[in-house]
């Protein structure tokens, strides 16, 4: 009986490198229990977690990005059609391992005049859909806006223009002026000012979050959520109704307004637009969900934009005024519901440029994110973050934004730094800089790594009026990305270079536990001046010798469980199979030597992408109780590494065992090393 059993799971599984759906196996994307989410909890040391896992019973990481294209603009699609969304999205996941994108729709693409809703838009947007859901990429739906509408003279998008007339929005012709003085005007430069200087984007915001009446000529007063709710409405039933179960099933929720500003940006107003308005909105959009068969969906609520960015519109003028804080929502939205952030560098990205980013400098803002979902009892997701790649000073580095941003994805702020202000010795160049005293250069042996989709994968980047890369004009090669993507080198001649690598990123998307700590390290070099940026080593002794000071690896530690089914790792396609090696508890292989179809037992790797000349692979790791490794309580590692040159066996055997020795005292190996600056968070608990 258990030979047949075992013979069955087999060929479930070797199935996958066919055309024929298996069932029963973890490889089957299709499956229920590889594709279908649910959230879950993990406790270490009296913290308490929420996180996403399979129906094994795997933690499930998303790693992804925002798709956009001509979204904002044009036609309201992200791609010019659906063999283009195959082609793009493809690209993507052999790439970058992507599993997860924040998908735009538009409300005036939806609904361009009153309850006159465009199913051909909608049916276009669905048949892009399913070429990502056939890639086995999550999707979770956004309805996007930005500074309210573009009927407003120097708005943006995201609202029709015939609910800004019938909201009677005042000053919708005047634009954004940053000072208004008789006849001394002087203009705004940055689109995110008219949150701030523009009287009509001001007036639409505080208008719409008090749920103004609409004028209808025909209908008379209409609230203005119950136009938005059934807009909603319409499009989550059109498109559950033109997907099938299984591909339903990989749509996992909805992103209901982007960036919510009120009108008044006000701090005393803060707590009444969070419990009153914001909440109240999501709420009604919640029930709307659940009736129209999205009740098993998540809600990705976005706290108000400016709780963990300053009050100096969005970097292009610095107000002085700190953040809004977290902790207005009074109780937790309860289950159903994620903490849905986003993350900008305004500093940096606008004109109060002080300091370059240091090794740490992102960790403790993520941790902000991190720290409100544990308040609210809901998993966190940081849906926006971005880089921008077009010419800067040195202070704007690239290379360290992306490092650092994914570093604090990766992990948070160590126990052992702490920050402070006014410590230590102070430079003119890091004048409004925080000092950290370093007790430890340890990561903590428990961290939350985060679930994010970056911005954006845009393949229509040259067509934007707001682009300011030049050599996008007439872009070519697989992709064009914006506000922190890959447009710098478009073509695939040049698409190894620096940058890019810092993009193509190992990551652990399914773990056969719960993950305790992980860390992609890429080599590359800052954008500025080439220097190397050796931020994390693996150093298991602490009084010993660093490993992989230059080099790339990957490294997860988790807290194993009798699942049946192994952990999956992306690994870029950098790590070429004759000089990488992966490292476990158990042992050591070479890339080579693993084998190269499912097994129920063994080690194996797989292309991201069957058939995909540039694809990265899966590294898939199974768990081990045998108990002959000596890692206690249920511990597991993974490490995988690249090197020119061979490695020796015993070498790699002693390194083997002084991380298990490391791991046996509850302690991470990873080491940060170098000049670390972890930057004091922007933002708040208000309860504190």
């Known amino acids: 009986m258990n030979f047949l059993l075992s013979f069955f799971f087999f060929v479930c599984a070797t199935s996958f490198l066919t055309p024929v759906k298996a069932s029963g196996s973890f490889l089957d994307l299709t499956h229920p229990k590889t594709r279908d989410l649910e959230v879950a909890s993990k406790s270490y040391d009296g913290q308490t977690d929420y996180y996403f896992r399979d129906l094994w019973g795997r933690e499930v990481l998303m790693r992804g990005w925002n798709v956009s294209g001509k979204a904002k603009n044009g036609d309201y699609l992200s791609f010019k059609n659906a063999d283009d969304a195959e082609k793009f999205l493809e690209d993507q996941k052999a790439k970058v391992g992507t599993n997860v994108l924040r998908w735009m729709f538009q409300w005036p693409g939806v609904e361009k005049s009153f309850r006159e809703y465009d199913d051909v838009y909608l049916e276009k947007q669905v048949k892009q859909m399913k ?72 007036d639409a915001n505080t208008k719409f979050w008090n749920n103004a009446n609409l004028h209808t000529p025909q209908n008379g007063l209409v609230p203005v959520w119950d136009v938005y709710t059934d807009m909603i409405g319409h499009t989550l039933k059109y498109i559950k109704k033109n997907l099938t179960k299984e591909e339903f099933s990989y749509i996992i929720g909805l992103d209901p307004y982007n960036e919510p500003a009120n009108g008044t940006n006000k701090r005393k107003d ?72 986003h993350f900008y560098d305004e500093k940096r990205q606008g004109l109060v440029l002080k300091k370059i980013v240091k090794n740490g400098g992102y960790l403790e803002n993520y941790d902000s994110i991190r720290k409100a979902a544990r308040l609210y009892e809901i998993p966190p997701f940081v849906s926006e973050f971005g880089i921008p790649l077009y010419p800067k000073p040195e202070i704007s580095d690239v290379n360290r934004k992306v490092k650092a941003t994914y570093q604090a994805l990766d992990f948070g702020k160590p126990k052992g730094i702490i920050v402070r202000k006014g410590l230590g010795k102070r430079k003119k160049l890091f004048a409004d800089s925080f000092g950290n005293k370093i007790k430890s250069r340890y990561v903590d042996f428990y961290s939350l790594s985060l679930s994010g989709t970056k911005w954006e994968w845009s393949p229509d980047k040259g067509n934007w009026k707001n682009n300011k890369n030049n050599d996008l004009k007439k872009p070519v090669g697989f992709l064009g990305v914006s506000g922190g993507a890959l447009t710098k080198f478009a073509t695939p001649k040049d698409y190894l270079k620096s940058t890019h690598k810092a993009f193509e990123r190992g990551y652990i998307k399914r773990t056969a536990g719960e993950l305790y700590n992980s860390y992609y390290n890429d080599n590359v070099r800052d954008s500025f001046k080439s220097r190397p940026l050796k931020w994390v080593s693996l150093r298991p002794d602490p009084n010993g010798k660093e490993y992989f000071v230059d080099q790339k690896y990957f490294y997860a530690h988790w807290k194993a469980k009798r699942l049946g089914v192994p952990s999956e790792i992306f690994i870029p396609r950098h790590f070429k199979k004759k000089e990488s090696y992966l490292i476990t508890q158990d042992g050591v292989w ?37 108990g002959n490794s000596g890692l206690r309580g249920g511990l597991h590692f993974a490490l995988i590494f690249s090197y020119e040159k061979e490695k020796k066996k015993p070498f790699l055997n002693k390194l083997r065992k002084k991380i298990i020795k490391r791991l046996n005292q509850k302690k991470s190996p990873l080491y940060m090393r170098g000049d670390i600056l972890v930057e004091k968070a922007k933002t708040f608990n208000i309860r504190d």
């Open 590 to 626: 070479s890339f080579k030597d693993l084998e190269s179809k499912p097994s129920l037992t063994n080690h194996f790797i797989l292309k991201g992408i069957n058939g995909h000349e540039d694809s990265g692979n899966r590294i898939f790791v199974h768990n081990s109780f045998s």
């Open 270 to 341: 803060t707590k009444d637009f969070v419990n009153n308005k914001l909440f109240k909105l999501y709420r009604k959009l919640k029930k709307r969900m659940e009736d129209v068969g999205w009740e098993d969906k998540l809600m990705f609520s976005e706290p108000v934009v400016f709780w963990n960015v300053s009050l100096r519109a969005l970097g292009a003028i610095d107000l002085a005024v700190k953040p809004l804080g977290y902790g207005h929502l009074e109780e937790s939205p309860g289950e159903g519901w994620v903490w849905n952030a």
């Open 131 to 202: 070429k990502a859901i056939k890639l086995g990429m999550y999707i979770f739906i956004d309805f996007h806006q930005d500074a309210f509408s573009k009927a407003i003279k120097d708005g943006y998008n995201g609202t029709p223009e015939f609910v800004v007339d019938w909201m009677k929005v005042k000053h919708k012709d005047e634009g954004c002026w940053l000072l208004r003085l008789g006849k001394i005007r002087v203009k705004c430069f940055v689109w995110s000012m008219s949150y701030f200087f523009n009287r009509g984007v001001k």
